[in-house]
């Protein structure tokens, strides 16, 4: 009776104890997060990545339970070679199904509150409340916003090329220069196909849908050079259709905008104009037949080393 | 069809290893559940070779972060092809095979509900494989529009030729629905009208009850993405403009129609695997399956639930806010019912009598791999979170844990574990553990890295990228070749098992359920008396008979 009683305390203990480790284990993984993601060069990037934390934590949590629990099994719960006995008939617990049932959803209901707050927070497209995306509304200020809104930055997506338009200077450029701590109003459309306007340092990502002009916003918060992508499938030269977005001090930007406004258009380099062309004079390459591409877009600035970026 | 002469000479139709002319029934218009549930999964695992190789090629070319192995075009032709063919080639005949094969024997009825229907809806899959498979050959090669056929991009048609990629790859896809719909609604009229006496719901087998979610999808899903095929058809060729916007169309609508479909296809693909587990597991842990009732309606659940999570594809899309909220919710929901299938499976093993048999082992690898394509789900229903990781590895990581994890693991636990009922012969054990190490292996080697280069923001289709994301791009490569080398034991295992493997008897795992009650491999038309059934499922354990006619049985 004794040694029952204290048999199924040290059980009961032991469980306690691996579900500590397990807590344990879930938190340092929880933790070690923030290092698979780019560097946080945006107030969303912050928000994101700590969504992401809480959720890697959960999910470890869940994972080393579940797994723990079945890998246990597989090791010390084996039939001996010649026992053909069945297992204990056991068909279900009322009160355990409960458990599995109940606290996870709990669980997500948590997470989904966390995720819809995260959200709110971006505003990447102005408020969730119910309003037709790309069609002429009228734009709330958000409550970050101090400086006195100006107006957006056309981002003009092609195959395949991106192109920044700012149409207070009348400048347009390869690359997309931004002030470092100010909220960034975009206006992106496309000439063509989907397109997806995409930088990882910033965790925002926006599909640009052609026909329509789809108001963007974010405040990046940390100076340098960060890769732009295109995330939505776009055809032959997609991969090749990447930029850089230059995030700089107020005073930098300034000087860039006037600098680049002194200069005259002239054709930029293009990667998928250049690789066509290539294409073209060697027609053995393998290849099917293309979309041809846009022609380099004609800028006032044209990013000389597209290729440096954090 | 007559058989009435084949019958007169052969005791069994059931083709027969050494008796070469009977070879000859898988390659005509047979209408046996069997031979045509036979005919489906060896069609499929054809088309799974190639399409394999088709992303070996892939994996050949993102070695290196330059675009060198093969020119841009040829490898958008290939990873559009690739997930064509997975899914519409594989993954679903795949799953009709093990259906046609399973349903019909599981719940005593000796064929399906309309058999030759069943033989036409099978005969339409090598049709529109050779379709796909023949756009290779047409000026301007394969569709390279992806496999969501999104518009614009599949709307250009670079070629201007009538017949091109892109419109061989809608019909192929609208063949494919029509042959989807026809095995649906033979699968669902089977299910509710020819169980066995005695087989109420609650006695049916969960891998049943699977299938029966699994179809109802079909029936409720296909027609939206058929519709949009159409709509996209008539956009490409004759000049509507229901989605090209230079016209006044809307490109999101198609996304719509796309993925109302698209989505619940999914879950046609994962809940039979379910079922799967859901059968294997209690035969190999010698326990009955923990919450029987509760694990079959999940799976309803989750029917229900598909239909209304779809936007969750479109986060990163022309979606307003309150729509993105609104699917999270709602996506976020499904991992409910799902959990309480992981929960039930573990509780099925746990303090059973294990034996690490070949269809344990995938069964066990496809759950601990289901079990993180989970996590990941949950994270990408996170739309905050899944605006940075839309249209990025982390989510054709997340996927190919899914489908390849889950869903191929699963199905080679199946394999194993009916060979026997389906040959008459055991596999070789030795090769099967053999294989399930290298596909193991094989699959977290491939599909892991694809999370970290996902996370850091490789977007998914590229032929290039920048050399940061290299690292973990090698490591995917040599996990993508050796789950190509794994399908050689596997093949090796089948095909000189089949042709001289041992005799495996009626029931070699001493599972409970009817189709371990007839003769392997099973007789034409099944059951010569159809049984009747007096317990549930799964009763490990206990003593009680599953049948009442057992003392009349062979």
């Known amino acids: ?310 | 069809m007559s058989n009435a002469s084949m019958e007169a000479l052969q005791p069994s139709l059931q083709p027969q290893p050494g008796a070469p002319d009977n070879w000859k029934r898988f390659f005509t218009f047979s209408t046996d559940h069997k031979v045509i549930g036979i005919q489906y999964i060896v069609t499929a695992f054809v088309f799974f070779l190639f399409a394999g190789l088709l992303a070996m090629v892939m994996r050949g070319e993102l070695l290196t972060p330059e675009a060198d192995l093969v020119d841009r075009t040829v490898y958008n032709g290939l990873f559009t092809m690739h997930g064509t063919l997975m899914l519409f080639m594989w993954t679903f005949p795949m799953l009709n095979g093990l259906a046609n094969y399973l349903v019909p024997l599981m719940i005593g009825a000796r064929d399906m509900a309309f058999p030759r229907l069943n033989a036409a809806a099978f005969w339409l899959v090598p049709v529109f494989g050779v379709i796909l498979t023949a756009s290779f050959f047409v000026p301007g090669g394969p569709s390279q529009s992806g496999w969501w056929a999104y518009p614009p991009v599949s709307l250009q048609n670079p070629t201007g030729n009538l017949i091109n990629g892109q419109s061989l790859w809608i019909l192929a896809v609208a063949l494919s629905g029509i042959s989807s719909i026809m095995g649906a609604v033979n699968i669902v009229t089977t299910i509710f009208r020819m169980r066995a006496p005695g087989m109420g719901w609650f006695k049916m087998p969960v891998f049943c009850w699977t299938v029966l979610a699994a179809q109802l999808i079909q029936l409720f899903g296909l027609p939206a993405l058929t519709a949009g095929a159409v709509m996209l058809l008539f956009d490409l060729t004759v000049g509507t403009s229901f989605f090209n916007p230079e016209l006044g169309g809307d490109p999101v609508l198609y996304q719509h129609f796309f993925w109302f479909y698209s989505h619940p296809a999914v879950y046609v693909i994962i809940l039979p695997i379910f079922g799967v587990f859901s059968e294997i597991f209690p035969v190999y842990a010698r326990k009955p399956l923990f919450g029987y009732p509760v694990v079959a309606v999940s799976s309803l659940v989750i029917t229900g639930l598909s239909g209304i999570v779809w936007v969750h594809h479109m986060f990163a899309s022309g979606t307003p806010g309150w729509m993105r909220m609104l699917f999270m919710f709602t996506t976020m929901t499904i991992s409910i019912p799902t959990g309480i299938k992981v929960f039930a499976w573990v509780a099925t093993v746990w303090g059973g009598k294990i034996r690490l048999n070949t269809p344990m082992l995938f069964a066990l690898g496809g759950l601990i791999m289901w079990v993180f394509a989970g996590i990941t789900g949950i994270m990408l229903a996170s739309a905050p979170f899944d605006i940075h990781v839309n249209n990025t590895y982390f989510v054709v990581g997340h996927f190919h844990y899914v489908i390849y994890g889950a869903v191929v693991m699963g199905f080679y636990a199946a394999i194993y574990h009916w060979f026997p009922k389906m040959t008459g012969r055991m596999y070789y054990e030795g090769l099967g553990k053999l294989h399930f190490v290298l596909t193991f292996i094989g699959a977290n080697l491939n599909f892991f890295p694809m999370h970290p280069a996902g996370l850091m923001g490789m977007p998914r289709r590229v032929a290039s990228y920048d050399p940061e994301f290299a690292f973990w791009n090698v490591l995917a490569s040599l996990g993508g070749f050796l789950l190509g080398v794994s399908t050689i034991p596997f093949l090796l295992n089948m095909l000189s098992s089949w042709a001289r493997g041992p005799e495996a008897g009626d029931n070699p795992w001493r599972a409970i359920g009817l189709e371990w009650l007839v003769s392997s491999p099973p007789p034409h038309e099944n059951f010569d008396e159809i049984p009747v059934v007096v317990s549930r499922p799964y009763g490990y354990g206990s003593d009680e008979p599953l049948i009442a006619n057992a003392s009349e049985k062979e």
């Not at chain 1, 004794?2 to 397990?22: E, N, P, S, T």
Request: charged share 20%; aromatic share 12%; proline share 6%.
């Open chain 1, 1 to 310: 009776m004794f040694y029952q009683r204290w048999f199924k305390q040290r059980w009961i203990l032991v469980v306690i104890g691996l579900a500590i480790a397990d807590t344990l284990l879930s938190i340092w993984i929880g933790q070690q997060s923030y290092r698979w993601l780019p560097p946080q060069a945006s107030a969303e990037s912050m928000l994101v990545d700590d969504l992401f934390c809480l959720m890697t934590t959960i999910g470890s949590l869940i994972f080393f339970g579940v797994v723990g629990t079945l890998i246990y099994s597989m090791i010390f719960q084996r039939a001996p070679k010649y026992d053909t006995s069945d297992g204990p008939p056991i068909e279900g617990n009322l009160k355990l199904e409960v458990i599995w049932t109940v606290v996870p959803s709990i669980v997500i209901v948590g997470v989904a509150f966390a995720s819809y707050q995260t959200y709110d927070g971006m505003k990447i497209l102005g408020d969730i409340g119910p309003k037709a995306l790309g069609m002429a509304t009228a734009n709330a200020a958000p409550m970050t916003t101090e400086v006195v809104k100006t107006d957006p930055i056309e981002v003009r997506a092609r195959q395949w090329a991106w192109e920044f338009y700012y149409p207070e200077q009348a400048v347009s450029s390869t690359e997309l220069h931004l002030p470092v701590n100010q909220r960034a109003n975009l206006k992106l459309s496309s000439e063509d196909v989907l397109h997806g306007f995409f930088v990882p340092a910033f965790r925002i990502k926006q599909d640009i849908i052609p026909g329509r002009e789809i108001d963007f916003e974010f405040t990046p918060i940390r100076e340098g050079r960060y890769r732009l992508r295109d995330s939505d499938y776009s055809g032959t030269y997609f991969a090749a259709n990447q930029s850089v977005v230059v995030v700089e001090s107020e005073a930098d930007y300034q000087d860039w905008l006037a600098i680049a406004a002194a200069q005259s258009p002239t054709p930029a380099q293009n990667r998928a104009y250049r690789e066509y062309q290539r294409s073209r004079q060697n027609p053995n390459g393998g290849g099917w037949a293309t979309v041809e591409p846009a022609a380099p877009p004609v800028v006032n600035y044209a990013s000389s080393d597209e290729e440096s970026y954090e």
